[in-house]
């Protein structure tokens, strides 16, 4: 066990490392350049003042030799565009990420599993068809049209919850303030997240109830719910980990639109500005630091698993 | 500029403001949680504010400002913030002219390089230090000046030798050429910084203020900041002027323009600037809700890349701008908040603007025989050519506002009359850097926003053909010496005589294809009385606004 923990880092260092190649250079390469220089008023030796100012002036290779150097350190250099340090950046961005992930998932998950095992438990029947119309809806529905309508008819004809942002402004902070503030986004997300989980759970269940064990359990006149719960969603389990793993990082990158259309200052919208403006070292320190969630979730998915089924062995 | 991280379809809009339509009646600004939320009763003013008012203002802005507003990375996610905590020497008047600031006086010197400014006395930065002309000659001498910083709007102050101190209270801007517009250049985002902060410090590096607790003289300060989502201002009790009825502003960090008018509708806003002229409709039926329409001074143009020999021929600009029917875009694209440009003066200057000059309607008959002239015959599949050579150009355009919907309009307007029109769409940043930096265009559509002042010489100005912001590269020396001419002019009627001919010979020559003047939509909170002019000409007034 110890040895793949290891070898998996290992292969995530390198992978990391690839990732930061390619967007570096990617980014680099595309036209166009930091908010600063392209700016309709800049004359050509404003521009060539503010290319050496912002460090711009050597190569791409060059640049990021340096910018690797300093990265290993830990060091994620200076915001093009405010010039803070990039880690405070995403200091302050991602514990707002976290948290709309972290309500996301639970609720989705606390919705999206009973949801599936009754699904599958009672096949054809209203409970299955609805929740296959509830996960082509949700798959359907794009994700800034649900937020606009939401918003419209919480915030403008209701008025009942607030359109956009994390906290009220100017005012003391308070956990009920904050929960309501939280309800839109996470609904939204909570909707485009949902089918995948229900689908799978679904899925993953109906696989389990036609293997022999199940057969044998109810011989044995095992309660049914407790066949279901013990016995059934112990196997399933695999699978819907497995979509989780999945989930989580797309989550902790922060959702671009949801935030965008919901004012929640978190790191989906950090790096859409950022990649807007060119700014290369916040786009590199996003990468990178989503890119490592990501790896480490894979990583502790496959843990996971083996924790879940023994049969499963990373020798 | 900053750009809207995530544009959304306006058809999503429109449809949702049928939905919200039927639930926004008369409903007063309760807003959601009661009592503490923006847009109710507000704090009720804190202890020690200095306004008669008890209202939070609330506004929005598209993304995290930079309180410095010299900063290379601030743009209009800024201005409307840092026109309240800072002064310039001079500010707008209601009727655009210059008028006194931090400055009480001004003269100029009978060659017109040398003008004086007296300073305003007993002025104090928000944190207690006095203001004096050291303040004045730091921000301009190493900053402004400072070519190697880049400083935003620093270009406009090319002509600017060097700012000396005559005493505590005076300074003397010495002038490379004589510059009859410095006053109104002056209060043009020309913002004045505390020495006693910045000294010896990179200015764009100085985070606790660019980022954190600027120090201004201006009537309001930054109380708070949380990035990412709202800046706090409350009045500056050291204000120098008398003090403002707001007691808090807001601005709220939304970066949706759809989020911003949802949040107007539901009291949460009290004002917002509406970039797009077709999410205006449903604001005008909601009873709360109040549009104003501002006349601007901003010209949208074509620039023809006048490298090439074909545009250098007049007939052709002019044919290619009778072939645009500009006032079916004023209608389509900007919902009749626009007017057809003669030229880069608009009639909000009416002591310097021109109407009498060649006028353009919209004839694409008239387009075709003047291609004809220039020697262009239909070829093969309708397209004109001339010497074997179809007549193509390459427009790119940048993802900007109106920008690519009005390029695709003229590339029908141009293909029309049998020219054909292969567009580019691409980001903003990349459309800079292939128009504004590489000048690789053939044709390319934009706007220029300058002060309401008749010196617009940067846009023709010979010597900034290939760098500066003459962006089509036109060359004409009468036009240079009439400009230069008026920046000379010792009297206001000789300074008129020169802006009227300038107007004349530009309507005739089309260095730029003009295509309209827009309005400025400002959408507000009937409750919000602020003057009907462009957001930061009122803020120069922000102490007489009132909120009920």
Redesign the interface.
């Known amino acids: 066990m110890v040895a793949f923990l290891l070898r998996r880092l290992g292969l995530g260092a390198i992978t990391l490392l690839l990732v930061t190649v390619f967007t570096f250079f990617m980014m680099n390469l595309?036209?166009?350049?930091?908010?600063?220089?392209?700016?309709?008023?800049?004359?050509?030796?404003?521009?060539a003042?503010?290319t050496?100012?912002l460090g711009l002036n050597h190569s791409v290779p060059v640049r990021y030799e340096m910018w690797l150097k300093d990265a290993i350190t830990g060091n994620l250099g200076?915001s093009?565009?405010?010039?803070?340090p990039v880690t405070t950046?995403i200091g302050?961005?991602f514990p707002?990420t976290a948290l709309l992930a972290a309500v996301t998932l639970a609720v989705t998950l606390l919705v999206g599993i009973p949801i599936g095992v009754l699904a599958a438990v009672r096949r054809g029947s209203a409970v299955d068809r609805l929740s296959i119309v509830m996960s082509t809806v949700g798959q359907a529905v794009p994700d800034?049209?649900l937020g606009?309508?939401l918003?419209?008819?919480f915030?403008?004809?209701?008025?009942?919850?607030?359109?956009?942002?994390?906290?009220?402004?100017?005012?003391?902070f308070s956990l009920?303030?904050l929960a309501?503030h939280l309800v839109l986004p996470v609904v939204t997300l909570t909707v485009v997240m949902l089918p995948n989980i229900v689908r799978f759970t679904r899925s993953a269940m109906l696989d389990v109830l036609q293997l022999d064990y199940i057969r044998t359990a109810r011989a044995k006149g095992i309660p049914m719910t407790w066949v279901y719960i013990r016995h059934a969603l112990r196997n399933a389990w695999i699978p819907i980990v497995a979509v989780v793993g999945l989930i989580i990082p797309l989550l902790l990158g922060g959702s671009?639109?949801v935030e965008?259309?919901?004012?929640w200052?978190?790191m989906g919208?950090?790096a859409?500005?950022a990649a807007?403006?060119?700014d290369y070292n916040v786009v590199m320190g996003v990468t990178v630091f989503v890119g490592g969630i990501v790896i480490l979730v894979n990583l502790l998915t496959d843990v996971v698993y083996s924790v879940l089924d023994p049969r499963i062995r990373h020798e | 500029?900053?750009?809207?991280?995530?544009k959304?379809p306006i058809a999503?809009?429109l449809l949702?403001?049928l939905?919200?339509g039927?639930?926004?009646q008369g409903?007063t600004g309760?807003?959601?949680?009661g009592g503490?939320?923006?847009g109710g009763n507000g704090?009720g003013g804190n202890a020690g504010s200095v306004a008669t008012g008890t209202k939070?203002l609330?506004m929005a802005t598209n993304?995290?400002p930079?309180f410095n507003p010299w900063s290379?990375?601030g743009?209009l996610e800024s201005e409307p913030i840092t026109e309240l905590v800072f002064n310039g020497l001079t500010k707008w008047g209601l009727n655009y002219q210059p008028e006194p600031d931090l400055a009480t006086d001004w003269s100029v010197s009978k060659d017109g390089l040398t003008w004086t400014f007296n300073l305003r006395k007993g002025v104090k930065w928000s944190d207690g230090q006095p203001f004096t002309s050291a303040d004045v000659v730091y921000t301009f001498e190493n900053i402004v000046l400072n070519?190697?910083?880049?400083?935003?709007?620093?270009?406009n102050y090319?002509d600017l030798q060097k700012v000396v101190a005559t005493s505590d209270t005076q300074v003397q801007f010495i002038l490379k050429k004589p510059w009859a517009s410095l006053p109104t250049y002056l209060a043009y985002y020309t913002k004045i910084l505390p020495k006693h902060i910045f000294n010896g410090q990179n200015p764009?590096?100085l985070?606790s203020f660019?980022?954190g607790q600027p120090i201004g003289t201006g009537p309001y300060k930054v109380t708070?900041y949380?990035?990412?989502?709202?800046v706090?201002l409350q009045p500056n009790p050291d204000y120098y002027g008398s003090k403002p009825k707001i007691p808090?502003i807001?601005f709220?960090?939304?970066?949706?323009v759809?989020?911003q008018i949802?949040?107007l509708?539901?009291?949460?806003l009290e004002y917002v600037t509406i970039p797009d002229p077709a999410l205006v409709a449903k604001l005008k039926s909601d009873p709360n809700i109040q549009v104003n329409a501002v006349m601007s001074n901003i010209w949208y143009w074509v620039a023809l890349n006048l490298s090439e020999p074909r545009f250098q021929d007049v007939r052709v600009r002019q044919a290619l701008e009778y072939a645009i029917n500009r006032k079916a875009m004023i209608e389509g694209i900007m919902k009749g908040y626009g007017q057809e440009a003669t030229g880069p003066i608009a009639p909000v200057q009416q002591h310097w603007y021109n109407g009498n000059v060649q006028q353009y309607s919209y004839d694409p008959q008239k387009a075709k025989e003047l291609l004809k002239e220039a020697g262009y015959t239909p070829g093969p599949n309708g397209i004109l050519q001339k010497n074997g050579q179809p007549f193509v150009i390459n427009m790119p355009t940048g993802q900007y506002g109106v920008l690519t919907p009005a390029s695709e309009l003229v590339q029908q307007y141009w293909q029309a009359i049998g020219v054909k029109v292969n567009l580019n769409v691409?980001?903003?940043?990349?459309?800079?850097?292939?128009v504004?930096?590489n000048r690789k265009y053939d044709a390319s559509l934009?706007w220029?926003s300058t002060p309401t002042d008749p010196d617009q010489y940067a846009y023709f100005a010979s010597e900034n053909a290939?760098?500066?912001?003459n962006i089509p590269g036109y060359k004409n020396p009468q036009l240079d010496k009439l400009f230069q001419d008026a920046n000379a002019a010792t009297s206001d009627a000789q300074r008129v005589q020169d802006y009227q001919q300038a107007q004349d010979i530009i309507a005739k020559q089309l260095p730029y294809l003009f295509l309209w003047w827009p309005k400025t939509i400002q959408a507000t909170a009937k409750n919000l009385t602020i003057p009907n002019v462009g957001l930061v000409q009122a803020e120069d007034h922000v102490t007489d606004w009132t909120l009920n």
């Open positions: 595309a036209p166009g350049g930091p908010s600063a220089i392209m700016n309709m008023q800049t004359t050509a030796d404003q521009r003042a503010l050496k100012e200076l093009l565009d405010t010039q803070q950046l302050q961005r707002n800034f049209w606009i309508i918003m419209i008819a915030s403008v004809a209701l008025r009942i919850l607030p359109a956009s942002g994390m906290v009220t402004a100017g005012s003391a009920p303030d309501r671009v639109v965008s259309v919901f004012g200052p978190g919208r950090l859409v500005q807007t403006d060119r | 500029m900053k750009r809207m991280s995530v959304l999503v809009v949702a403001s939905v919200a039927c639930g926004s409903s309760a807003s959601p949680g503490n939320a923006p704090s939070t609330d993304a995290d930079n290379p990375t743009f070519k190697s910083l880049g400083a935003n709007g620093a270009s090319k764009w590096k985070t660019d980022k708070n949380v990035s990412g989502q709202y706090e808090k807001i709220h960090i939304i970066p949706d759809n989020t949802a949040q509708l539901s009291g949460n691409m980001d903003w940043n990349s459309f800079i850097k292939q504004v930096v934009a220029w290939q760098t500066g912001y």
